[in-house]
């Protein structure tokens, strides 16, 4: 007798298969064509654990941006900000670097996401008494809205007497599924996600723990390109797509009619665009094309200059300062320029 998530994996639309065949021709290309030499991996890679750990946390209503995580992370103190928010970041960060490094020796237990959880949350001060427990009080997701605040109730959680169990099944499920091929991974880990995130196994921590596992469930399911173009930022790039889709398809589960459709055609959507950028980074000469019009603007401004002072880029090409400075640590962290001197004396050049 099939279960809940083999009804809902069952008698898919047509579109959502030819998604799934788009994902795996052009992740062949990936596969056929990389050529990175280990130093540009290594290079984003870094980038990458930077631009995944602001966009995870901003979801849950951080305001860090992408430069004041990577002074976090350097170690540089940021005053104007939480110890929560700085306390977030690095758990995050350092998490998503192990399973980058680590995944083909990881299995997906509950155990292990157990101890994710507490890794995710072991410097956040608020959160030590419930690390790496599943909840002991209800709890239900909210939207949180580009402010951090939150925008209402997005659905309701499995209860507090019912996660384990529920946990226990989607865990055990998940693994047979995958062991036995059933179905194809990406759908497989479609439904994790998304079931996981109704249980909310957790009292915090869910949201983010639940695109750690997507990074994680991705590489052992031989999507190599995981560490170099960023999942959880295309996500934040489609926050209200993202919240809608998972309520659509989580108000059905325990109904009649249980569907999954509007979840994965979102999620496919996200690893399509995730892949496409992968392509682009096959050849040095396309890294541009990663860049935002905005960010080539100011690229291709230094390019041309040759020595540049963020000052003079703002005067010039009429962007604030605020961006300015948010474009330059991109362009520092794909190494495409350096920063010299001090103070009011900084410029830019290229590498």
């Not at 540009?40 to 602001?54: A, C, D, E, W």
């Not at 009292?203 to 469930?217: A, E, F, Y």
Request: hydrophobic content about 40%.
């Amino acid at each position: 007798m099939k279960n809940n998530f083999d009804k809902r994996l069952d008698n898919l639309p047509v579109s959502i298969w030819q998604k799934v065949a788009q994902i795996d021709e052009l992740k062949g290309q990936w596969v056929a064509g990389v050529k990175l030499g280990p130093r540009v991996l290594g290079r984003l890679k870094k980038s990458v654990l930077v631009t995944s750990t602001g966009a995870s946390t901003r979801i849950e209503g951080s305001k860090l941006s992408d430069e004041e995580v990577e002074k976090v992370m350097r170690g540089i103190l940021i005053k104007k900000f939480s110890d929560r928010d700085k306390q977030e970041i690095q758990g995050y960060y350092e998490l998503l670097a192990n399973v980058f490094e680590s995944f083909g020796s990881l299995k997906l237990t509950e155990n292990l996401i157990k101890h994710f959880h507490q890794e995710l949350l072991k410097y956040v001060d608020k959160d030590q008494r419930h690390r790496g427990e599943y909840k002991k009080q209800e709890n239900k997701v909210l939207m949180i809205n580009k402010a951090g605040e939150s925008a209402g109730v997005l659905f309701e959680t499995s209860s507090v007497l019912l996660t384990p169990k529920e946990m226990l099944d989607l865990v055990w499920w998940t693994g047979e599924a995958f062991r036995k091929e059933i179905y194809h991974p990406l759908l497989l880990v479609g439904n994790f996600v998304a079931s996981f995130l109704k249980i909310h196994p957790f009292t915090d921590g869910n949201g983010r723990l639940s695109r750690i596992l997507t990074n994680l469930l991705m590489l052992k399911s031989g999507y190599d390109y995981m560490p170099y173009i960023s999942h959880e930022k295309l996500i934040e790039d489609q926050k209200i797509d993202y919240y809608l889709a998972l309520r659509q398809s989580q108000k059905t589960f325990g109904t009649k009619k249980e569907s999954l459709e509007a979840w994965l055609e979102f999620f496919l959507e996200i690893v399509y665009q995730q892949t496409q950028l992968a392509l682009e980074l096959l050849s040095g000469e396309n890294m541009e094309k990663l860049l935002s019009l905005t960010q080539l603007k100011v690229w291709e401004y230094i390019q041309e200059k040759g020595e540049v002072t963020p000052r003079e880029l703002a005067g010039k090409l009429g962007i604030v300062r605020a961006t300015v400075n948010q474009v330059l640590s991109k362009l520092i962290r794909l190494k495409k320029i350096e920063r010299l001197g001090l103070g009011r004396g900084t410029y830019y050049r290229e590498a």
